[in-house]
């Protein structure tokens, strides 16, 4: 069994992940109501005082274990819990998976230092995850907070397990239990607990549309998850049909626009395990969307290719070439493939002449609607305008070079999938290959598009993937 330790510093906001399958990981009262909280963590005998009145009523506690200065800090909101005992809750398991269990503690400072002459007890816990009816540990690791000084932040702790295929354990349990070390003429106090947060690893995610047209088929599956032992029950308000038990319904359609939120609850057939929310923008008409067109010469003549994102009541293409950017002429055309999910396209130029050649794409719907992209030159064998992204799976720092044969002014644009803007700005791009970066650490894990474009209207069009 693969364990992984991870020991850091953490704000609050950090220690909360989306998809958390732990039932009232923050120890918060459920509208106001704090017996549900401890109803979720008492579990097979488990006693944990999880919002109980301190004992020392003489330091003016509150009626909850609030984060306050004697629980090591400052908060006089936020809920904590000391490991005294055991604390556990019962978990619903999809064999196959692999999980991550995070949570935030510290060494518990002391209520009154100067009385019954208490001083820093080192103190320590176990968290356990335990697989049932076979005991099996998953996790089954010391805690220790011997030497820490009593900070008013805290330290986020995580553990990664695998439940095997081949396991047999139908639910497990995930337990934190006391074991505080007592030294000769020392009174122990023990360590503080919040946000525990069980996620799956990876989170699970919905692959379905997030616009389609009305009357329109939509396909729905989900990622991350075992090709067997997972249940599935889709809910698709106000669609036909409006719910699916299937692992990848098909088919499914709306017939009123708006936004739409589909779920999915997955499970192993006993119990469910969490519920994925995925939202879908139900439109009267969705052209083409083009993420990408580029030209490449070749031997035998230029290469066009084009990538699109999502395809609905789309016809054809047409292919238009010009030699001075201003009248163009069709060349061919290209049947659209009608599919959602989008496709990649090629088409070959086989007598592109001599000189400058631009081309461009007519995107033409089902009603003889269109639109047209941006223009894309060659000169001389060489792109008029190049962009690339290295890599395309980025963390924060966002690396990309733009070649060209002209100083220039280009507006860099980022947006995403939908064609929201998240950033534009402004570079003046000098001849040949320029490096820049962008910093993409505040935008959400997802799939974005790099835009580069020029005053004359030249442009593209770069796919990448914030993790």
């Known amino acids: 069994m693969k364990q992984v330790l991870m020991l850091v510093l953490c704000a609050n906001v950090l220690c909360t992940k989306a998809q958390n399958i732990v039932k009232n990981g923050d120890l918060q009262p459920v509208g106001g109501n704090m017996l549900q909280t401890l109803n979720q963590w008492n579990f097979n005998g488990c006693e944990p005082i999880i919002g109980g009145t301190y004992v020392d009523m003489a330091i003016g506690a509150p009626p909850y274990l609030f984060e306050n200065p004697h629980f090591n800090g400052l908060s006089t909101t936020n809920i904590v819990t000391p490991i005294e005992g055991c604390m556990s809750q019962l978990i619903c398991p999809i064999k196959g998976m692999s999980y991550t269990l995070t949570f935030k503690h510290q060494r518990r400072s002391f209520p009154n230092p100067t009385q019954n002459n208490e001083v820093p007890t080192p103190t320590a816990f176990r968290a356990i995850v335990r697989g049932y009816p076979t005991f099996t540990d998953y996790v089954f690791e010391l805690v220790e907070d011997y030497n820490q000084t009593f900070l008013p932040g805290w330290i986020n702790t995580s553990f990664t397990f695998t439940i095997p295929v081949t396991s047999t354990d139908n639910d497990f349990r995930v337990i934190f239990q006391q074991q505080t070390v007592v030294l000769a003429g020392q009174t122990g106090h023990g360590a503080i607990l919040d946000d525990v947060v069980l996620t799956p690893n990876p989170n699970v995610t919905n692959t379905g549309p997030t616009v ?22 889709w809910s698709f308000p106000g669609a036909t ?17 708006g ?6 609850t997955i499970g192993n057939g006993i119990c469910n395990l969490v519920t994925i ?9 969705l052209p083409a969307e083009i993420v990408s067109f580029n030209a490449t010469e070749k031997t035998g003549g230029i290469d066009l290719k084009w990538v699109t994102a999502s395809e609905i009541n789309t016809d054809y293409f047409g292919v238009y070439k010009s030699k001075d950017g ?58 008029y305008l190049d962009v690339n992204v290295y890599p395309t799976v980025i963390n924060n ?22 064609g929201r803007n998240f950033f534009t700005k402004s570079e003046n791009i000098s001849i040949g290959t320029n490096k820049r970066m962008i910093d993409a650490s505040a935008f959400a894990k997802g799939a974005y598009l790099l835009t580069v474009r020029d005053a004359a209207g030249f442009s593209k069009t770069i796919k990448f993937t914030k993790n």
């Open 212 to 233: 389609a047209a009305t009357n329109s088929n939509t396909n729905w599956g989900l990622s991350n998850l075992p090709a067997t032992g997972v249940t599935y029950n």
């Open 241 to 257: 049909p409006s719910s699916s038990t299937a692992a990848n319904p098909t088919n499914v359609q709306w017939n009123t626009t």
């Open 259 to 264: 936004l739409k939120t589909v779920t999915c």
């Open 277 to 285: 929310s995925h939202n879908i923008n139900i439109t009267n008409t």
């Open 326 to 383: 201003l009248n163009f002429t069709e060349i061919g055309r290209v049947q659209s493939a009608g599919l959602q999910s989008g496709a990649t396209y090629n088409f070959t130029d086989a007598q592109p002449g001599n000189g400058t050649v631009y081309y461009r794409l007519k995107q033409v719907d089902k009603n003889s609607s269109f639109k047209t992209t941006g223009i894309v030159k060659l000169r001389m064998g060489k792109l």
């Open 397 to 418: 720092i966002l690396d990309y070079a733009v070649e060209t044969p002209r100083a220039a002014k280009m507006m860099i644009y980022i947006t995403d999938m939908s």
